[in-house]
């Protein structure tokens, strides 16, 4: 059964109802397109519901429809984008303060598990039975959820680029191999960043504005992008990550090492801030492409924020709320 709920309990028969508090959202089709087995027989030993995805818009749909019904739990499998639509289909039912999210990392990159601790099937499966939990930061992008990160400009243009099919057979390299592509005909982006402050670090004035020609414009919620050898932003102190690189060199910014290493020798073109909230402008009468978590939006004008500590997610035991510190 795929589009339908489908529950794989030992015990479960024709005529028994789905145990509709535990729902598995499954993408079939993210990563190397191997998992769905080993995601049922985990999920039967514990006997969740699985809905698996046949098109577009079912994850959302189904996480909705799950977090509608009394969900207390429900599992993301697939990579950052269907994650991302498991969170704004609970957004949509809004269900944040019952419905926990788990998240089994089948997809590309995997980024938001690894950032909070799960790095295969069988750890996501086990951090589950452990029932560590953590309350983390929301993104918000004109409505629209995000947990990762909010990319815009030239990682953004070859990430919608990339096809499914160079995923599955080049993995992240994919990624590289359209970036290097999209180079060559990339504009930078004039843009203007209206950054709102936290309150108590307003003094005389409660906003900043940036305006220029920008490479990058990157918002890391769970994500850190370069300057640390961290990769994960701490997501729970209510404020995004914000990194616009300007009038970098297109050719030293091919994949993430490259655009790290920018950011470390040349600071000079790196404008960095920590805000709550923040709103994008195109200066050029047209919208501009956005990466929400691998999930594209196109705006002319983009407002962001973040509510802290809205989303419960199952952590692993390398979970750290700040990477900067030890301990918890």
Known sequence: MNGDAERVGRTSGPDTAPDAKHVVVCNPASGTEDHVDQVRALARERDFVVR??????????????????????VVASGGDGTINEVVNGVLEADAFAETTLAVVPTGTGNNFASNVGVDSVESAFEAIDTGRRRRIDLGTANGRAFVNSCVGGLTAEASAA????????????????????????????????????????????????????????????????????????????????????????????????????????DERRIVRHRVPSLTLESLRDEPIEYSLDGEMLAAETLSLETTATTLEVVVGDRYRPDPDVSGE
């Open 52 to 73: 698996i995805t046949e098109q577009e818009g079912d994850a959302v749909r189904f996480a909705r429809e799950a977090a509608a019904d009394g969900a207390e739990l």
């Open 162 to 265: 990339t096809t499914p099919s160079e995923k599955r057979r080049f993995g992240v390299l994919a990624y590289v191999g359209r970036t290097l592509e999209t180079i060559t005909s990339f504009d930078s982006l004039p843009i203007r960043a209206t950054l709102d402050p936290k309150p108590e670090d307003c003094g005389g004035s409660s906003r900043r504005t940036w305006t220029g020609e920008a490479m990058l414009v990157l918002v890391g919620n769970c994500r850190r992008f370069g300057g640390t050898g961290h990769t994960q932003a701490h997501v729970e102190d209510g404020l995004f990550e914000v990194t616009i690189v300007e009038n970098a060199s297109t050719t030293d910014l091919v994949g993430e090492a490259a655009l790290a290493r920018v950011f470390e020798r």
